[in-house]
């Protein structure tokens, strides 16, 4: 995607917006060592929609870890019935999500908790890959204990009632996000249409994403963690066989 970028427009990697805030109708973004002023802002950051304040009584950040195994070889694979590529989804919220991809790897989450991903440490990372390793033992006992090749965390949004933010928040500011984990697919939809609706365009899908419900109002800290932190060890207790 990179290669193909358009030449008007310039990517900027590693680069954390830290704060940003508006003033006279012009919007400072503050990154670690320069800001950038615009007229015109799009917020697509999904995850950290709440700590940028964007929505943020409509949004909370949830935390998943996942793990892909080497690919298998020829054994392994055929130990397993060769299939092709494929994906599951867990029937309860809580439960493993798993796919098959076209070079024979095996990539599981299981995970997803309230947790700082800039906070955790190995050790807090080799302890949840433990988990998802239970996970593919238990699926596919006959794979080796060391298959597994990497292991990482990330941040998706989660709102109350399952939908979306897809809005002008402001006078040139817009934000799309909240994707529930639905998907790389909902966030390119929402990602092309914000931008065509930042730029005074309209379409049909604009107007199917407008007509859905809105995210539902969300208590303040300490009520919010405390109940989502509820939620969570009870879904994953009735998700426990699904690990």
């Known amino acids: 995607m990179i290669d193909t970028l358009p030449r008007n427009v310039k990517l900027f990697e590693n680069s954390p917006l830290i704060s940003w805030k508006k003033n006279n109708d012009i919007i400072f973004c503050t990154f670690k060592d320069v800001t950038i002023k615009t007229k015109k802002i799009i917020f697509a950051t999904n995850?950290?929609?709440?700590?940028?304040?964007?929505?943020?009584?409509?949004?909370?950040?949830?935390?998943?870890?996942?793990?892909?195994?080497?690919?298998?070889?020829?054994?392994?694979f055929k130990s397993i019935g060769e299939p092709k590529e494929w994906g599951v989804l867990p029937v309860r919220p809580m439960g493993a999500t798993i796919r098959m991809t076209k070079d024979r790897r095996i990539l599981i989450r299981n995970t997803a908790e309230?947790?700082?991903?800039?906070?955790?440490?190995?050790?807090?990372?080799?302890?949840?890959?433990?988990?998802?390793?239970?996970?593919?033992?238990?699926?596919?006992?006959?794979?080796?204990?060391?298959?597994?090749?990497?292991?990482?965390?990330?941040?998706?949004?989660?709102?109350?009632?399952?939908?979306?933010?897809?809005?002008?928040?402001?006078?040139?500011?817009?934000?799309?996000?909240?994707y529930n984990g639905s998907g790389i697919g909902v966030g390119t939809l929402f990602g092309e249409q914000i931008a065509l609706k930042a730029s005074n365009e309209n379409t049909k899908e604009i107007e199917i994403i407008e007509a859905r419900n809105k995210p539902t109002w969300l208590p303040p800290e300490p009520f919010l963690s405390l109940g989502v932190k509820t939620r969570?060890?009870?879904?994953?207790?009735?998700?426990?066989?699904?690990?």
């Open 114 to 178: 309230l947790y700082n991903p800039f906070e955790m440490s190995q050790s807090d990372l080799n302890k949840r890959k433990l988990n998802q390793k239970k996970g593919i033992k238990k699926r596919f006992p006959q794979l080796p204990d060391d298959i597994i090749n990497s292991s990482w965390s990330g941040i998706v949004s989660r709102s109350r009632n399952s939908s979306q933010i897809f809005e002008k928040i402001d006078k040139n500011i817009f934000a799309a996000g909240c």
């Open 232 to 243: 969570l060890i009870y879904e994953r207790l009735r998700a426990r066989s699904e690990i």
């Open 47 to 76: 995850g950290f929609l709440k700590s940028l304040r964007i929505k943020s009584n409509y949004n909370f950040p949830i935390t998943l870890t996942a793990s892909m195994t080497r690919s298998l070889t020829d054994d392994e």
